[in-house]
């Protein structure tokens, strides 16, 4: 039934089908967590964290409507033609020439509107695509299939971040971003087109309990998540005494060492979640996500008192 073919589903049609997410992380690894507090600092110099606070919230505001609005009309069309790919080839018309704006935009004011672009077109494909692993995939086979879309997600942001970190010219940045966002939507709407999704009968939505604590948990890891990608460079800037033309290298490199712990985290975590109660994976996943910030909150004092040492001794 899922397959049109008699080829049983594997390790490298997961990985296909979770290719565009390496493509979406690619962008949202150099844009959230450097290019775009580089670029407010740079247009908007008198207060580049106040710029930037202003931008990232008005494009979340901007992200979360998208999704609230496309996703029952991607359930709807999702009857009639039996995929959601429409929904990706769309999403990434938007966003490709959105991040070439993005990184040539000459004010902060342009900068706003290829943003507020980026994140539509950007969410026009997050919302339907987030669904294809219950479209595509046995739910027996939900948990190693997840840890394919969770190692290619940390694989693009790894990416994105060499590329923020690293390549000086904007335009080629913006260029190098759009390229690879491009080929994996086509990997995985290749994919799609070759596998038959599941026609899973339709239900009216309950928000009962259970989901009630899902969303709020999400909330808060995100809420966690977004604030540490969002700020760590001014955090990088202001509180670790480096210098300004390495705020943006050493920012990358710190996000990519978590990235490649994320990496490391998926693959452990591909059995267990197949095998226990996910609830309990996460929970000791998110215990160790809290030591560890525990640890980041305290690095302030420690480059502060190393700061001081040197300067005794100099």
């Known amino acids: 039934m899922r397959d049109r073919g008699s080829r049983p589903m594997g390790n490298g049609a997961y990985a296909r089908f979770a290719a565009l997410w390496f493509g979406l992380q690619f962008v949202w690894g150099a844009v959230l967590a450097v290019s775009l507090q580089a670029r407010s600092s740079a247009l908007a110099p008198h207060d580049g964290l106040r710029a930037y606070a202003l931008i990232a919230a008005l494009g979340a505001l901007v992200g979360m409507v998208a999704q609230l609005a496309i996703g029952p009309f991607a359930d709807r069309f999702f ?39 980026l994140q539509l077109g950007m969410n026009v494909v997050t919302g339907p695509y987030a669904a294809i692993v219950p479209d595509y995939v046995p739910s027996d086979r939900a948990g190693a299939a997840s840890s394919w879309m969770g190692m290619l997600q940390s694989a693009g942001n790894a990416a994105g971040l060499l590329v923020a970190g690293f390549v000086e010219s904007q335009l080629a940045v913006g260029a190098v971003l759009a390229v690879g966002l491009g080929i994996s939507w ?129």
């Open 79 to 117: 009857d009639r033609r039996g995929n959601r790919r429409a929904f990706y080839a769309a999403g990434v018309g938007l966003a490709v020439p959105a991040l070439l704006w993005f990184y040539l935009a000459p004010s902060y004011t342009q900068l706003v509107a290829a943003f507020f672009v």
């Open 186 to 314: 086509l990997v995985t709407s290749r994919a799609t087109q070759l596998r038959r999704a599941d026609r899973i009968p339709r239900e009216r939505l309950r928000v009962g309990r259970d989901f009630r604590t899902l969303v709020v948990s999400r909330t808060a890891i995100n809420f966690g998540f977004y604030t540490l990608l969002g700020f760590l460079f001014f955090f990088v800037a202001q509180s670790l005494n480096t210098p300004a033309d390495a705020v943006r290298t050493r920012t990358a490199l710190l996000f990519l060492t978590l990235t490649l712990a994320n990496v490391a985290g998926a693959v452990a975590a591909a059995k267990p979640a197949d095998r226990f109660d996910k609830r309990a994976v996460v929970m000791t996943a998110n215990i160790a996500v809290g030591a560890g910030l525990l640890v980041l909150a305290l690095a302030w004092r420690l480059s502060a008192t190393a700061g001081l040492r040197t300067a005794g001794t100099s």
